[in-house]
Nanobody, 124 residues
Framework: QGRLVESGGGLVQAGGSLRLSCAAS????????MGWFRQAPGKEREFVAF????????FYADSVKGRFTISRDNARNTLYLQMNSLNPEDTAMYYC?????????????????WGQGTQVTVSS
């Protein structure tokens, strides 16, 4: 069974950048869309971005559009999230997830494999 492991979180000042990585333990996710979600304390998990199985399609939440970029390297079984112009509202635990299908979705329920999360904290 595959595992997803996130890394790259940390503390950054407003306006700064971070790059999150999500390493898959096997190639079993190479035919699946992948997504990033985040969850702040006391809030529901929310969609951030997804990328189709071959990287041909990406989609972003309005709150991160133009600041975040999702990408994947199937040869390395790795998903990325480049986050620029961070602000305190971006503070959350960030999770990567593998979708049930190849196309991608904004719905939490369409993802059946999840990582353990990496914390991103943006100070003002």
């Amino acid at each position: 069974q595959g595992r997803l492991v996130e890394s790259g979180g940390g503390l950054v000042q407003a306006g700064g950048s971070l790059r999150l990585s999500c390493a898959a333990s096997t190639r079993m996710f190479s035919n699946n869309a992948m997504g990033w979600f985040r969850q702040a304390p006391g809030k529901e998990r929310e969609f951030v971005a997804f990328i189709s199985w071959n990287g041909g399609r990406t989609f972003y939440a309005d709150s991160v559009k133009g600041r975040f970029t999702i990408s994947r390297d199937n040869a390395r079984n790795t998903l990325y999230l480049q986050m620029n112009s961070l602000n305190p509202e971006d503070t959350a635990m960030y999770y990567c997830a593998a979708s049930r299908g190849a196309a991608g979705s904004t719905s939490v329920g369409q993802y059946n494999y999840w990582g353990q999360g990496t914390q991103v904290t943006v100070s003002s």
